[in-house]
């Protein structure tokens, strides 16, 4: 069982919408988890993190945490042509960021 | 802020010779970076992770004597791949945490190395 795992895609958003991207992971002891949003042939950029049950928002983001369920969420309201890329959820357990292996958003005009 | 920079951008060197890649973290001190490696669509692979002023910790499978770590300062944190061959050829991108406490990480723009 992978540590942290996401659906790869690819999700197709029309411009405007919303995009809801799901995350699970197995470690219940993880306290800190993020999401990552990767442009094609370029590095990880920090977007989100978030450390208490519930939501979290940051502009047109919405990242939402349920440790029960051992879950995370992150939405992207009135997505844009330039949100397509690749959203890579982590959550810290064992000393490092344990990441899952990324979704693949399609935002289309 | 926290911005990690990352020395070269891009190498491209011939088979047996040895390539230095330096990450630094630029406003920031970060007592931990890591080092990953990332095939073309594929996710992030962890290779090691780097302490300053002590020895990295490398991921089970990856060869602490081909990647040379070395974590000299709060700031600064090298990978030498040495005797590169064409199979090191990849995306190498380092992070560095943030000593503050909260375990975000931040990345370096990565370093794309070719092997010919």
């Known amino acids: 069982q992978k540590e942290v795992e996401q659906n790869s895609g690819p999700l197709s958003v029309p411009e405007g919408a919303i995009a809801s991207l799901n995350c699970t992971y197995s470690d219940r002891g993880s306290q800190s988890f993020f999401w990552y949003r990767q442009y094609s042939g370029k590095s990880p950029e920090l977007i989100m993190s978030i450390y208490s049950n519930g939501d979290k928002e940051d502009g047109r983001f919405t990242a939402q945490l349920n440790k029960a369920s051992q879950y995370v969420s992150l939405l992207i309201r009135d997505s844009q042509p330039s949100d397509s890329a690749t959203y890579l959820c982590?959550?810290?357990?064992?000393?490092?960021?344990?990441f899952g292996a990324g979704t693949q958003v399609v935002v289309t005009p | 802020g926290a911005v990690v920079s990352q020395h070269p951008s891009r190498v491209i060197c011939k088979s047996g010779t040895s390539v230095k890649i330096e990450c630094r973290s630029l406003d920031f001190q970060a007592t931990t970076m890591f080092w990953y490696r990332q095939f073309p669509k594929k996710s992030l692979m962890l290779m090691a992770t780097s302490n300053e002023g002590s020895k990295a910790t490398y991921e089970q499978g990856v060869e602490k004597d081909k990647f040379l770590i070395n974590h000299a300062s709060l700031t600064l944190s090298t990978l030498t791949v040495t005797s590169a061959h064409p199979e090191d050829s990849s995306f190498y991108i380092c992070?560095?945490?943030?000593?503050?406490?909260?375990?975000?990480?931040?990345f370096g723009p990565g370093t794309r190395l070719t092997v010919l």
């Open positions: 992070s560095a945490r943030h000593s503050g406490g909260l375990n975000e990480q931040f």
């Open positions: 982590a959550a810290y357990s064992w000393g490092k960021l344990q």
